[in-house]
């Protein structure tokens, strides 16, 4: 009773932020649930506790007024969208797994393609709004990083079905257990961590006052740290590559590339005096990164294009499955390929929609490098949009993971689409500009003869 309680709670308050205060309320509201859905499934082992970032989802789509009917400037967008919603609802009547199963493996194909158009929808106020979300949502992790790298994991996550994951990565140096803060996974906190770093700064840029920025600041330090206690090679990587595109961009001013520095410097040194955050080192093992990338690629993969061409039914292929219902797959198949999970789902179809998309979004990549307020924030995010469909090919959860995957379709639909005038959201206030003031009145010759 008390998840259902949750779960309509959640509804209630994402849909409220996003009707009566603005969309990026809504979304800081989404996430809140998302970044504590882990701790919250993992202390109520319950059906409808699976449940409670489901109900936000949808609490913030029914916020949002058409939200998949869009507007000129995301036609193209909408086309795709819904393509990736009704291939998988065709694909729903077909007896290739139980229903149950089936509408598990819809729900991880369908639930956040609608964030695609809310991304098209983003402007700069919504966007200072989620920069500062993401600030506070990032010290309440860190927050219970520390408190369970101290105190243990078992203090705050129990041994259950819902934690197996956890407690069987034991591999950090001391054979401790990666930190997981709030999240289900490891991979989940050190993933939205990473997937944070693009708005906190261009948020920090953008902020008007000192104290704004010192807080942004915070913010992305305790990401940068949450990296390094999920002790998750690949987001070590993403975040270095951000911070390299951060530093290399001419548009940011000296002094703050200086900060950006200091700040790395800090938390290299973090990790150079504790063994435990230093798992990132691993990755200098050249063969054993070779392997497995090309297990996680190339393993079975054209077995299942021969197999299943239609594809092994929803939720056969690889989604996310609750314990209560794994028993129930026919043929289940386990690959750490996304792509090779879509096309054990959804079939060849499904495969060539999403390979189809994904060289359409790569080919509007000028829209990214145009000028605008939020120009450094776009490039960011999308360049943490390729890395994230790139990554896809050797790892599963590009789809389905909670919230990273909501944040990744929301930062592919912003820089997909053209920039909307933000300029109104982003000036000082007071400072008009000059198309907009008044202009002195001029007499009309003709008018004036007459």
């Keep these: 009773m008390f998840a259902i309680s949750l779960c309509l709670v959640a509804?209630?308050?994402?849909?409220?932020?996003?009707?009566k205060r603005s969309m990026g309320m809504g979304l800081v509201v989404m996430l809140f649930w998302g970044y504590f859905f882990g701790i919250m499934k993992a202390n109520l082992l319950t059906t409808y506790s699976f449940f409670i970032f489901d109900a936000a989802v949808l609490g913030f789509y029914l916020s949002q007024k058409g939200l998949m009917a869009g507007d000129q400037r995301s036609s193209g967008l909408k086309i795709w969208a819904w393509l990736f919603i009704l291939w998988p609802v065709v694909l729903l009547v077909l007896p290739f797994q139980p229903f149950l199963v089936s509408m598990v493996g819809l729900r991880g194909s369908i639930l956040f393609i609608p964030m695609l158009m809310a991304g098209s929808r983003l402007r700069g106020n919504d966007l200072r709004q989620l920069t500062l979300g993401f600030a506070v949502l990032n010290l309440i992790a860190l927050a219970f990083g520390g408190a369970e790298y101290f105190l243990g994991m078992q203090r705050f996550y129990p041994v259950n079905a819902a934690t197996l994951n956890i407690y069987g990565a034991a591999d950090v140096a001391g054979g401790f257990h990666r930190i997981t803060a709030i999240f289900a996974t490891a991979h989940l906190y050190g993933?939205?961590?990473?997937?944070?770093?693009?708005?906190?700064i261009a948020g920090w840029e953008f902020a008007h006052t000192q104290k704004t920025r010192w807080f942004i600041l915070l913010g992305t330090a305790a990401a940068l740290m949450g990296v390094l206690l999920s002790a998750t090679r690949l987001n070590f990587v993403i975040c270095g590559a951000l911070i390299l595109v951060t530093v290399l961009n001419g548009?940011?001013?000296?002094?703050?590339?200086?900060?950006?520095?200091?700040?790395?410097l800090a938390m290299i040194g973090v990790a150079m005096r504790n063994s435990?955050?230093?798992?990132?080192?691993?990755?200098?093992?050249?063969?054993?990164?070779?392997?497995?990338?090309?297990?996680?690629?190339?393993?079975?993969?054209?077995e299942i294009l021969v197999e299943y061409p239609m594809g092994n039914g929803l939720g056969g292929g690889g989604t996310s499955m609750p314990y209560f219902l794994e028993g129930q797959v026919r043929n289940p198949i386990g690959l750490e390929n996304e792509y090779a999970r879509i096309l054990s789902e959804q079939g060849v179809i499904g495969l060539l929609l999403w390979v189809s998309f994904v060289i359409w979004f790569l080919s509007r990549?000028?829209?990214?490098?145009?000028?605008?307020p939020w120009a450094t924030c776009r490039r960011l995010v999308w360049c943490l949009s390729v890395i994230g469909l790139g990554t896809g090919a050797i790892g599963i959860g590009m789809l389905t993971a909670?919230?990273?995957?909501?944040?990744?379709?929301?930062?592919?639909?912003w820089t997909a689409t053209d920039m909307r005038e933000e300029a109104r959201d982003t000036r000082r206030p007071g400072k008009v500009p000059s198309r907009l003031q008044p202009r002195p009145y001029r007499p009309v010759p003709a008018l004036e003869a007459r």
């Excluded at 990549?365 to 605008?372: N, Q």
């Design 402 to 413: 909670v919230p990273t995957t909501a944040i990744l379709l929301l930062g592919i639909g």
């Design 11 to 19: 509804l209630l308050t994402t849909y409220w932020a996003g009707k």
């Design 276 to 302: 435990r955050f230093q798992r990132f080192k691993s990755l200098s093992d050249t063969e054993n990164v070779e392997e497995r990338i090309s297990g996680s690629v190339n393993r079975s993969f054209f």
């Design 191 to 200: 993933g939205t961590m990473a997937s944070s770093v693009p708005f906190l």
């Design 365 to 372: 990549f000028k829209k990214v490098f145009a000028r605008g």
């Design 251 to 264: 548009r940011m001013a000296t002094r703050k590339r200086v900060v950006i520095a200091l700040l790395i």
